[in-house]
């Protein structure tokens, strides 16, 4: 499908002071625009062409999956601010009361994330399969969706999304976010259907559910134990876990002791007995 600029559902000046119409422009009006144009040229004629964007970003990588997680996450951060900010509704504030202990501590949690993330990425409120809330800091263009967490709410905390209004004061860009954030919108995402995704990844979500520093733990745990790339000894291909072998049936994230026994080298055909950890 041809991506095409999703509409901004406010004026270009809404937002001011707190993000000006300056950034508006370039954020919203060049960078999107440049990723959506991106994504159109790298997917024409290839099987990309036919998929959903969420189904590109789960099974992508490289410029593809780069392009088409900054399509979606900026569409979906757009829609989480309003003009018209109101306060909190009740229900989300009692799910945050359960997973965080209190609004507060999700708000200095949610917002140290943000401000930690080493150079640009975004920052996730996100819900496993179960309802639990979790705090996601993502690199780049990560998604919280390739790890089975339905997003709900995200801040863009690449350079861009604040460079013009608040120079190198990141911190002070995601406190005066915080303030336009749709919090309606946040619970209306909640009450939506799970997305597919959820129950395909189930199980890395049941290692997330005791919270963001635990799964941060386990995460490099798994990566440093899973995440070593092999390489074919006959023709020098190398299986990266984390691009997987989405043409052969492989997802994303698939260590290669779990590679099935038939597998074979994509490159040159030859069996998994070929191949040796990259140094
Ligand atoms: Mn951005």
Redesign the pocket.
Known sequence: MIYTLPPLPYAPDALEPKMSQETIEY?YGK?LQTYIDNLNRLCEGTPYAEMSLEDIILTASGPVFNNAAQVWN?TFFFNSLTPKPEPMPLELKDYLIRDFGSVETFKEKFKKAATDIFGSGWAWLAQDGDGKLHIIQESNAGNPMRAGLKPLLTI?V?E??YYIDYRNRRAAFVDNCWELIDWKKVVERMHEPDPKYIEETVVVAETTRDGFTEMMAEAIMEDEKDMQKYVCVTCGWVYDPEEGDPENGIDPGTPFKDLPADWTCPACGVGKEYFEPER
């Open positions: 954020h960078h900026h863009d690449w861009h999304a």
